[in-house]
């Protein structure tokens, strides 16, 4: 039996900060310690990979990369591909 979804219950209104990871670096430290500004550090991902959203270490969501229309020039969103199971599992 599904649970009740709580539309009047005072939390539904905190907000939430979600993090979109978009890849991971490895340097070695005689490699951080080298970088400049304008440098580049290389990611594990490609620019067309999906991007991972997360609540603290909890996987929410897979999505792509989109630049916003309409909005601040460059500003960025995500459209989402996968979004993980309110049982637990994840995306």
Do not use: C, W
């Not at 440098?39 to 916003?68: F, M, N, S, T, W």
């Not at 460059?74 to 993980?84: I, K, M, P």
């Amino acid at each position: 039996m599904a649970e009740p979804l709580f539309t009047d219950h005072p939390l539904r209104s905190v907000p939430l900060e979600i993090t979109v990871s978009v890849g991971h670096a490895r340097p070695k430290v005689s490699e951080l310690l080298r970088l400049a500004e304008n440098d580049v550090l290389a990611l594990d991902r490609r620019l067309d990979d999906p991007v991972e959203l997360y609540i603290g270490e909890r996987l929410i969501a897979r999505g792509e990369l989109h630049q916003l229309e309409g909005g601040e020039a460059g500003q960025l969103g995500v459209r989402l591909t996968e979004v993980a199971q309110m049982d637990g599992h994840q995306a």
